[in-house]
């Protein structure tokens, strides 16, 4: 059985859970005719929505560790917990994704376990003897494929973004959801954690969008704006800025993308009227998807567009809101 | 009795005076010894220039600088006066009596009219002019030194009318002995000890603008952390200083309304070793923003009429800063760029290879090879500047020059070197030095300022010295005579304007080659305010092309030369700089509509449209 570990924070379920979910999914269709069972354990206090919300995939069950004393994380409560239903469960692999809590515990964890533990896999292949996780090394300059060695189960997490979460198959029916009960010694918990941290965050969090459409000098003026903005309601995006239109003043500060403003990195990126200075470029250069509308063929945001429309953007985009929207 | 009690206050003001001086020649002499005598020759030409003729006090402040030349003259030439009367006042010897002094004193009548005439200037000036380098409230010091120096002529003017051994003669007579000795007590803790330093300190200054030491790590140096890090120049520096705000109106940086001020930065370090405590950080004898505001264009430390050099002292700063990881967040994430990436921007490394193969450049042989075209970060990556790259290879072809590019190159480290992150610098510089030596190129071609100073200049520190030549140069040699036809496509004409780089106009002197080039190819030159070898910055220098979004509104230096280059009227802004073109399209693009409607374009594009 292969045992995907979730992580919720107050009852919000973290996406990256989903895609530890489909690279569940996929060990356990290579493992064989008889594909392996996928449990997924969510563990907290009030889990019900999470557990509900689990139950959509295409998984054998979920289990729950609803406890007080998981209300807020901490590693030593985890750990405890999570070694118990490890070995009442006794899966061969144990799955999480790569986030800042599992580094924090994973090492923990399959310390304690006296298990193989490998982080940070960014594909799975299979094996001789049992899959194989690829890993990067030296800041991406080389690949290294793992298998890990000893008896199971095996403690592997995955790069956030390694697989799609939204491919994760879901089940025809609801998963069954039972609670396994442990047993935590609140005194053994040498960590007091604080309440949740919330940084004063900006209006608006560009780096965290998936698609921006963002509007530069191109746009003329101020009154053209709401034409950018229905391009983004129909691609459901977020709103940028090039520096020049945040100067003038007609988009707040926090909209502007760039070496002056916020690094971006969406799945698609359109540049609307954006020359690409390279303050700009730098500033979204890791998006997936870049597309540029530019009236001047030279314009240097073409050299890095994957596709660009050389054209006037106010007959361009009233057309693209209209393919969009049929 | 007269000549008891001139013995008495002689010694009373002498002693005053070298125990003043003791106190800061100690500070001077317990600094690391960073005095340097290297080219004899520059340095003695500059002493002639600028102590002897006051070049470099007269060219920026042409009234103000001939005031101080006649007051400076006055007062070598008086030295033979005074000494003269204190042998006879002490009882030592008397030649008041012979024909050599009055002769002397005849002559001496027409440098004393001149030292009250360059004096009454500058005491009106001070007083009520009261320009604003002089700072915020009138020195009552310096009014003070300046009558007493009014005092000194009037008194030796008076011995014209007064009979020597009269009472009026004799009050006269002691009016201007005392004066003189006050003077002399005065002078060590006033920025009146610039009389005694400024020539020394003029000496050893660099010949060359900007020199900033290697650090040693061998000797586990890692910057200016505490006082004790001061090296001895900066510590002669800081006791030189006369305070005269050339450096401060020049900067860019007070210019555009921030808080550096260089004047500030040498009266602090010179505050910091007065207060004696030597392990004292550095940091809070500076502030930290005022440090990360420096764009390095080298105004001050060029403007400077006693010698001071401000960059070793500020790059200094901010590498104490940097060891302790205390550099501005922005600049993280450049490092970032330059440790993983090689380059500024932090791009991979195929889009050099992607130009380099559309480009149809080949790999640099000497055996092939005239020039070897080094590329830089924006040449290999920025795609606006890859077209003035290959506007400068269309031109070099056409008059069938050979060249090549490096397989691989590095950022040259100048963003690291200029913000103290010295480590990284010298990592990036050793391995191109050994990528260049290995490539072996006797002539390097690049359009890049920044990078001419670097691998020009500060690589000689590594022992590598290398020819390397700015397109402007090379191609004004290389096209000397050629004629220009009208512009292709819809490349501009007429009126143009030329924003001097701080590090090809100012730290290169490469001033009359660009525009010789506009001129030739059927420019009208515009000049704007802070030209040639003083140009204003564009704001991107010492790192602070990452920086915008630190800037407070209303302080951005490259809107200030936007709008100095938009007061020429010319409808074009001819740049020669890939930093300076990004700064200032930056600025045109931010000011709208009141931008209006101006073009860009760089040199080698300009002269490529119309070969």
Redesign the interface.
């Known amino acids: 059985m292969i045992l995907v570990i979730a992580e919720q924070r107050s009852g919000t379920l973290n996406r990256a859970t989903w895609e530890t979910v489909a690279a569940a999914q996929q060990l356990a269709a290579a493992s064989g005719p008889a594909a392996e069972a996928i449990a997924i354990v969510a563990l907290g206090s009030q889990i019900d929505g999470v557990a509900a919300e689990l139950a959509a995939a295409q998984v054998s069950e979920v289990v729950t560790i609803d406890d007080p004393a998981l209300a807020l994380y901490t590693p030593d409560g985890y750990t405890a917990a999570l070694q118990q239903v490890i070995a009442e469960l006794a899966p061969t692999l144990v799955l999480l994704p790569h986030t800042y809590q599992t580094r924090d515990f994973a090492p923990k964890l399959a310390a304690r376990l006296e298990r193989a533990l490998i982080t940070d896999a960014t594909a799975v292949k299979p094996g001789s003897s049992g899959p194989v996780f690829v890993r990067s090394m030296f800041?991406g300059k080389l690949t290294a494929d793992v298998a890990a060695h000893g008896p199971e189960p095996h403690v592997v997490t995955f790069q956030i973004g390694a697989f799609r979460g939204d491919q994760a198959g879901r089940g025809p029916a609801p998963a069954p959801i039972r609670a396994i009960h442990v047993t935590i010694d609140a005194a053994a918990i040498r960590q007091t954690p604080e309440a949740p941290f919330q940084e004063a965050k900006q209006s608006v969090d560009l780096s965290q969008a998936e698609r921006i459409v963002s509007v530069g000098?191109g746009i003329k003026g101020q009154e053209h704006l709401p034409l950018a903005r229905q391009l983004a309601d129909a691609l459901g995006a977020e709103l940028g800025a090039?520096?020049?239109i945040c100067?003038?003043g007609w988009l707040p500060m926090d909209r502007q993308v760039g070496?002056?403003?916020q690094t971006v990195a969406p799945k698609v990126y359109v540049a609307l009227g954006i020359s690409?200075?390279?303050?700009h470029?730098?500033g979204m250069?890791g998006s997936n998807v870049v597309v540029a509308i530019n009236k001047d063929p030279?314009a240097?945001i073409f050299?890095?567009a994957d596709y660009g429309i050389v054209g006037d953007l106010f007959e361009v985009v009233p057309a693209m809101i209209a393919a969009l929207k049929t | 009795m007269s000549t008891l009690v001139l013995w008495l206050v002689l010694v009373l003001s002498i002693g005053v005076f070298a125990a003043q001086v003791a106190t800061r020649v100690r500070l001077i002499l317990a600094a690391p010894n960073t005095f340097s005598f290297d080219h004899i020759g520059l340095r003695a030409r500059r002493f002639l220039l600028d102590v002897i003729f006051q070049r470099q006090t007269i060219a920026e402040r042409p009234a103000a600088g001939l005031a101080h030349a006649l007051v400076f003259w006055g007062f070598v030439a008086f030295a033979g006066y005074t000494t003269t009367e204190f042998l006879d006042g002490l009882g030592i010897v008397d030649l008041t009596q012979t024909a050599w002094f009055a002769g002397y004193r005849l002559v001496l009548t027409g440098f004393a009219v001149a030292v009250l005439a360059g004096i009454g200037y500058l005491l009106v000036r001070r007083a009520f002019v009261r320009p604003v380098g002089l700072g915020t409230t009138v020195s009552a010091e310096s009014i003070a030194i300046g009558l007493f120096i009014a005092t000194l002529m009037v008194t030796f003017l008076l011995t014209y009318r007064l009979a020597d051994e009269s009472t009026a003669g004799r009050i006269n007579w002691w009016v201007h002995a005392i004066v003189i000795l006050a003077f002399l007590a005065l002078i060590p803790a006033s920025k009146h000890f610039h009389l005694l330093l400024s020539p020394i300190t003029i000496f050893l200054k660099s010949p060359t603008l900007g020199h900033v030491r290697n650090l040693d790590f061998e000797k586990e140096e890692v910057g200016l952390e505490t006082v004790k890090d001061l090296g001895s120049k900066m510590a002669l520096d800081a006791f030189t200083c006369v305070e005269c705000g050339r450096c401060q109106v020049n900067c860019p940086a007070w210019g555009a309304g921030k808080e550096l001020n260089p004047k500030t930065i040498i009266l602090q370090t010179q505050a910091a070793l007065l207060a004696g405590d030597r392990e004292a950080r550095l940091a809070q004898a500076y502030t930290e923003k005022a440090l990360w505001q420096c764009t390095t264009c080298g105004a001050c430390e060029n403007q400077c009429p006693v010698g001071i050099e401000h960059l070793p002292i500020l790059i200094g700063a901010r590498r104490g800063l940097v060891s302790n990881g205390d550099a501005p967040e922005y600049l993280g994430a450049v490092y970032n760029h330059l440790e993983r990436r090689g380059n500024i921007w932090g791009l991979g490394y195929d889009q050099r290879q992607k130009f380099v193969e559309s480009a149809a450049l080949e790999t640099f042989d000497p055996a092939q090879h005239d020039v070897l075209v080094w590329l830089g970060c924006a040449g290999a990556f920025e795609a606006d500047y890859q077209k003035s790259m290959r506007s400068l290879f269309e031109i070099l072809r056409a008059r069938g020059i050979r060249f090549g590019v490096l397989a691989k190159e590095r950022c040259t480290g100048d963003p690291a070197k200029r913000t103290g992150n010295e480590y990284m610098y010298q990592e990036l510089a050793t391995g191109n030095i050994a990528d260049l030596k290995a490539a072996g190129p006797k002539k390097i071609l690049t359009s890049c300022p920044h990078c001419v100073k670097t691998i020009g200049d500060d690589y000689r520190q590594f022992g590598y010295d290398v020819e390397i030549v700015h397109s402007a140069v090379f191609v004004d040699e290389l096209l000397r005579g050629r004629p220009a036809k009208a512009a292709t496509g819809d490349a501009p004409g007429g009126s143009v304007t030329f924003h001097d780089p701080c590090y090809l106009g100012r730290y290169a002197g490469k001033v009359d080659e660009p525009r010789r080039l506009l001129t030739q190819f059927g420019g009208d030159i515009a000049e704007p305010e802070r030209n040639r070898e003083n140009p204003f910055c564009c704001g991107a220098g010492g790192g602070l092309l990452f920086a915008d979004k630190e800037e407070e509104p209303g302080t951005r230096i490259s809107d200030v030369r936007f709008k100095q280059l938009r007061e020429t009227g010319a409808g074009t802004v001819v740049t020669a700089c890939p930093f300076c073109s990004i700064m200032l399209k930056g600025a045109h693009a931010s000011a709208g509509a009141a931008g209006g409607d101006v073009q860009f374009v760089d040199l080698m594009t300009y002269v490529k449209d119309r070969l």
């Open positions: 800041q000098r090039s520096r020049p100067d003038a070496s002056s403003g690409g200075a390279i303050q470029l730098v250069k030279d240097p050299e890095i």
